[in-house]
Protein backbone atom coordinates (compact mmCIF):
# COMPACT_ATOMS: atom_id res chain seq x y z
CA UNK A 1 0.00 0.00 0.00
CA UNK A 2 1.07 3.70 -0.48
CA UNK A 3 0.07 7.09 0.40
CA UNK A 4 -1.89 9.28 -2.45
CA UNK A 5 -2.28 12.54 -1.90
CA UNK A 6 -5.63 14.50 -3.71
CA UNK A 7 -5.25 18.20 -4.07
CA UNK A 8 -8.96 19.21 -4.84
CA UNK A 9 -8.92 22.53 -7.83
CA UNK A 10 -11.65 24.46 -8.68
CA UNK A 11 -15.58 25.00 -8.26
CA UNK A 12 -15.44 27.21 -5.90
CA UNK A 13 -17.18 30.09 -7.83
CA UNK A 14 -19.96 27.74 -8.01
CA UNK A 15 -19.67 26.95 -4.42
CA UNK A 16 -20.00 30.09 -3.27
CA UNK A 17 -23.19 31.17 -5.51
CA UNK A 18 -24.85 28.25 -3.31
CA UNK A 19 -27.06 29.29 -0.58
CA UNK A 20 -26.11 28.41 3.37
CA UNK A 21 -28.51 25.21 3.29
CA UNK A 22 -27.32 23.97 0.09
CA UNK A 23 -23.51 24.42 1.38
CA UNK A 24 -24.16 22.96 4.26
CA UNK A 25 -25.88 20.14 2.29
CA UNK A 26 -23.07 19.69 0.03
CA UNK A 27 -20.83 19.31 3.03
CA UNK A 28 -22.87 16.67 4.26
CA UNK A 29 -22.16 14.74 1.11
CA UNK A 30 -18.54 15.59 1.58
CA UNK A 31 -18.84 14.10 5.02
CA UNK A 32 -20.46 10.66 4.20
CA UNK A 33 -17.77 10.36 1.32
CA UNK A 34 -14.76 11.13 3.69
CA UNK A 35 -16.40 9.00 6.03
CA UNK A 36 -17.26 5.99 4.17
CA UNK A 37 -13.25 6.03 2.85
CA UNK A 38 -12.36 6.22 6.95
CA UNK A 39 -14.22 3.05 7.23
CA UNK A 40 -12.42 1.28 4.86
CA UNK A 41 -9.23 2.12 6.11
CA UNK A 42 -8.46 4.19 3.37
CA UNK A 43 -8.22 8.07 4.61
CA UNK A 44 -5.88 9.05 6.51
CA UNK A 45 -5.79 12.75 7.14
CA UNK A 46 -7.71 16.03 4.93
CA UNK A 47 -8.67 19.09 5.59
CA UNK A 48 -10.21 22.13 3.45
CA UNK A 49 -7.98 24.91 3.21
CA UNK A 50 -8.35 28.75 3.63
CA UNK A 51 -8.13 30.75 0.19
CA UNK A 52 -5.68 33.69 1.77
CA UNK A 53 -2.22 32.76 2.44
CA UNK A 54 1.27 33.89 1.94
CA UNK A 55 3.41 32.79 -0.63
CA UNK A 56 7.46 32.81 0.57
CA UNK A 57 10.20 33.56 -2.49
CA UNK A 58 13.64 33.83 -1.97
CA UNK A 59 14.13 32.40 1.28
CA UNK A 60 11.76 34.75 2.91
CA UNK A 61 13.49 38.11 1.24
CA UNK A 62 10.10 37.84 -0.71
CA UNK A 63 6.83 37.21 1.49
CA UNK A 64 3.10 38.05 -0.96
CA UNK A 65 -0.29 37.82 -0.01
CA UNK A 66 -1.77 34.73 -2.09
CA UNK A 67 -1.66 32.23 -3.56
CA UNK A 68 -3.26 34.10 -6.63
CA UNK A 69 -4.43 31.56 -9.10
CA UNK A 70 -7.34 31.38 -11.50
CA UNK A 71 -10.36 29.56 -10.10
CA UNK A 72 -9.21 26.22 -11.77
CA UNK A 73 -6.09 25.99 -10.11
CA UNK A 74 -6.48 27.23 -6.77
CA UNK A 75 -6.41 24.16 -4.29
CA UNK A 76 -9.47 24.09 -2.14
CA UNK A 77 -7.90 21.28 -0.26
CA UNK A 78 -6.46 17.90 0.37
CA UNK A 79 -6.67 14.31 1.63
CA UNK A 80 -4.50 11.68 1.94
CA UNK A 81 -5.71 8.21 0.92
CA UNK A 82 -3.99 4.42 1.48
CA UNK A 83 -3.92 3.09 -2.09
CA UNK A 84 -2.48 -0.16 -3.69
CA UNK A 85 -1.31 2.06 -6.47
CA UNK A 86 -2.02 5.07 -8.27
CA UNK A 87 -4.74 3.22 -10.60
CA UNK A 88 -7.36 2.54 -7.12
CA UNK A 89 -6.31 5.71 -6.03
CA UNK A 90 -7.44 6.98 -9.03
CA UNK A 91 -10.73 4.89 -8.89
CA UNK A 92 -11.42 6.17 -5.61
CA UNK A 93 -11.13 9.62 -6.43
CA UNK A 94 -14.09 9.58 -8.50
CA UNK A 95 -16.47 9.36 -5.78
CA UNK A 96 -15.21 13.00 -4.72
CA UNK A 97 -18.40 15.27 -4.65
CA UNK A 98 -16.47 18.00 -6.05
CA UNK A 99 -17.16 16.63 -8.98
CA UNK A 100 -20.70 17.87 -8.44
CA UNK A 101 -19.09 21.06 -9.71
CA UNK A 102 -18.07 21.67 -13.70
CA UNK A 103 -14.42 22.19 -14.38
CA UNK A 104 -13.73 21.12 -10.60
CA UNK A 105 -11.12 18.48 -10.54
CA UNK A 106 -9.06 16.00 -8.21
CA UNK A 107 -4.85 16.09 -9.01
CA UNK A 108 -4.00 12.83 -7.57
CA UNK A 109 -0.17 12.31 -6.58
CA UNK A 110 2.03 9.53 -4.75
CA UNK A 111 3.80 10.59 -1.72
CA UNK A 112 7.18 9.42 -1.64
CA UNK A 113 9.41 7.84 1.61
CA UNK A 114 12.57 9.79 1.76
CA UNK A 115 13.73 6.53 3.12
CA UNK A 116 16.66 5.24 0.57
Not at 31 to 60: A, F, I, S, T, Y
Not at 63 to 86: H, Q
Request: hydrophobic share 40%.
Amino acid sequence: MSNFLYLFRGGDEAFDKLSQEEKQAHMEVWGQWMGGLKEEGKLLDGLPLEKDGKVVHKRGELVTNGPFAEGAEMVGGYLIVSAKNIDEAVEISKGCPIFDYDGAFVEVREILSMEH
